[in-house]
């Protein structure tokens, strides 16, 4: 019975997540203009086999008390093949290393992602690293060198929330990751203020997490980031200058001072970090993921971003062609492979979908309160709809 009621909760749990997912305002709802064919989700889940799980963790109000909060934070974990370990071909780019991505040394060196994906805070690296290595021991997610002997290299990337968040307080536990591992699956993937993005700030609006997805020539291309970089003065939407026009209005709080409104502070100064992890089914090896994983920079640029000194802009590229092409056992293995001069249509993909991710988690964010009152506003989703149209780029009335 206990087992029973248990599944039940877990069922309404994985009911409410998927409900919420596709109840949350996207860039198209606005009638912002985007290129490119998405998938049936328009998110990383759209490249089959891979799945997303979240924890979330918002709590408390008023002045900060460290160890108690408030906390605005969580995890996000990615698996690109689900539960089963089959490590998959996989490159990295950094275009500005402010920031922190684990496990990227043996990925260049070996080529292979052996392990999942998570992203969280800054401070709470080291705990999901750790937590990702037992739940990969409870859970046989490993290849043996010999009996019982194996090594892990979690991936766990990172984005700064300090400025909503108790992040000294270390509110992010092996539970937390191991529960995001665990409840990992395919379709409909949450966005906005949620997962490890629950406490980011992007392009002077509340930002955090977001996915999209192209299809094109058969393959798809799936992205998923945890947006917190630029500021306002940044903010392009379809070519429109949206940030500039929007300085004077919708001031974020820090410490009792506005950030943004009059009278202003620093406008043009680069904030924060942005992670983003690229799917895709198209049989590439690592040399060809680094270059779909540049391709990223592209997308955070027609948002606005420049990859400033204290932005951590770090990027992972991994395809699930090639199921088994790690194999200890064997001595060769025939692999698969899209050559060069058909890749374009793949960079095209990568930079659309980044740049649509981007926009979904601004869109899907509300206003959130943080630590001191701290406050920051969620876009304004009629005033880009007016801008747009002001500009002749609005897609819909």
Request: glycine share 12%; charged share 15%; hydrophobic share 40%.
């Amino acid at each position: 019975m206990r087992l029973n009621r248990l599944f039940i909760l877990l069922l309404l749990g994985s009911v409410a997540l998927m409900n919420y997912a596709q109840s949350q305002p996207r860039a198209r709802d606005l009638g912002i203009p985007l290129d490119g064919k998405p998938g049936v989700y328009n998110a990383i889940t759209d490249v089959k086999g891979v799945e997303v799980g979240m924890v979330t963790l918002v709590s408390g109000s008023g002045k900060l008390a460290v160890g108690k909060g408030p906390v605005r934070t969580g995890v996000t974990a990615i698996l690109p093949r689900g539960k089963t370990c089959d490590p998959v071909f996989a490159n990295w780019h950094a275009l500005n290393g402010n920031g922190e991505m684990t496990g990227t040394t043996w990925v260049t060196e070996s080529g292979f992602l052996e392990t999942p994906i998570l992203i969280t805070n800054t401070h709470s690296v080291g705990v999901v690293r750790d937590a990702t290595i037992a739940w990969e021991a409870a859970h046989n997610y490993y290849k043996e060198l010999a009996p019982d002997v194996w090594f892990s290299y979690p991936l766990v990337a990172e984005t700064y929330d300090g400025a909503l968040n108790d992040i000294n307080g270390f509110h992010v536990t092996k539970e937390h990751a191991m529960q995001a591992l665990d409840g990992a699956k395919s379709g409909p993937v949450a966005e906005g203020a949620v997962g490890g993005g629950t406490g980011m700030i992007c392009l002077g609006f509340k930002g955090g997490t977001g996915t999209a997805s192209r299809v094109v020539n058969g393959y798809t291309v799936g992205v998923l980031v945890q947006a917190n970089f630029g500021s306002r003065a940044q903010l392009t939407i379809a070519g429109v200058p949206m940030g500039q026009a929007l300085l004077d209005t919708l001031s974020w709080r820090m410490n009792g001072e506005p950030v943004y409104g009059k009278p202003k502070a620093k406008t043009s100064d680069e904030r924060g970090s942005i992670i983003a992890i690229v799917a895709t089914d198209a049989p590439l090896l690592p040399h060809q993921l680094k270059r779909i994983a540049q391709r990223v920079s592209l997308g955070i640029g027609k948002m606005g971003g420049v990859g400033g000194n204290s932005s951590g802009d770090i990027f992972l590229a991994f395809s699930t062609a090639n199921p088994g092409a790690f194999d200890r056992k064997a001595t060769t293995k025939p692999v698969e492979i899209l050559t060069n001069d058909k890749m374009d249509p793949l960079f095209t993909a990568t930079v659309q979908a980044t740049e649509e991710a981007i926009l979904n988690a601004l869109v899907a964010a509300k206003d959130m309160t943080g630590i001191n009152d701290n406050f920051v506003p969620a876009l304004p989703h009629e005033t880009i709809r007016k801008l747009l149209k002001q500009y002749n780029r609005l897609t819909t009335n």
